[in-house]
T-cell receptor, first 116, second 120 residues
């Protein structure tokens, strides 16, 4: 079974500072990787996904993630944090469960706080 | 295009009761997955339905069940509720491409806002 590790359950940055959220995965095959964001009392919103077409993936709201196979990492970054970025972020890997079914395995999440 | 709709948004039940949650996927999406989110265990996969058939099931007891209708809407049912079933239940839909010998390509899953179930 695949697994996802998010380093840091809580990250605080100042408004305007770089956001870096870390994600490492374990997979024996090229993975399908995703980042989702969850605002309070809401579901998960897709930020971006890795599709193997490019190692640097751009997503919504100015976020991007870089796939590094040698490091089995898929870290999420944003050059300048905004107050509205405060939320919980989840890294996920899509695993083939057989019979054409895929399921998402999530990391434990990183709660991002933005300090004005 | 309407997103994934889950009803109800909030539910309070007592131990021993049963509950049914509903999920309407994005139009055209035929795959529906359910996840349980708790502070302690995080997000855990419950099951996936595609074309009215359960394709995959996570590591949950038989008290958790589901079904999918011909219009792709899905319901999940939890019987004999326990305090530990208190959670946010999330439904996700995706568009599956069926290729060749029945293998499905992966598409991102789109989530609803969830049903928050509280057990007293």
């Amino acid at each position: 079974a695949q697994s996802v590790t998010q380093l840091g359950s809580h990250v605080s940055v100042s408004e305007g500072a770089l956001v870096l959220l870390r994600c490492n995965y374990s997979s024996s095959v090229p993975p399908y990787l995703f980042w989702y964001v969850q605002y309070p009392n809401q579901g998960l919103q897709l930020l971006l996904k890795y599709t193997s077409a490019a190692t640097l993936v751009k997503g919504i709201n100015g976020f991007e993630a870089e796939f590094k196979k040698s490091e089995t990492s898929f870290h999420l970054t944003k050059p300048s944090a905004h107050m509205s970025d405060a939320a919980e972020y989840f890294c996920a890997v899509s695993e083939n469960s057989g019979a054409g079914s895929y399921q998402l395995t999530f990391g434990k999440g990183t709660k991002l706080s933005v300090i004005p | 295009k309407a997103g994934v709709t889950q009803t109800p948004r909030y539910l309070i039940k007592t131990r021993g009761q049963q509950v049914t949650l509903s999920c309407s996927p994005i139009s055209g999406h035929r795959s529906v997955s359910w996840y349980q989110q708790t502070p302690g265990q995080g997000l855990q996969f419950l099951f996936e339905y595609f074309s009215e058939t359960q394709r995959n099931k996570g590591n949950f007891p038989g008290r958790f069940s589901g079904r999918q209708f011909s219009n792709s809407r899905s319901e999940m049912n939890v019987s004999t509720l326990e305090l530990g079933d208190s959670a946010l239940y999330l439904c996700a839909s995706s568009f599956r491409l069926v290729l060749g010998a029945g293998e499905s390509a992966n598409q991102p899953q789109h989530f609803g806002d969830g049903t928050r179930l509280s057990i007293l």
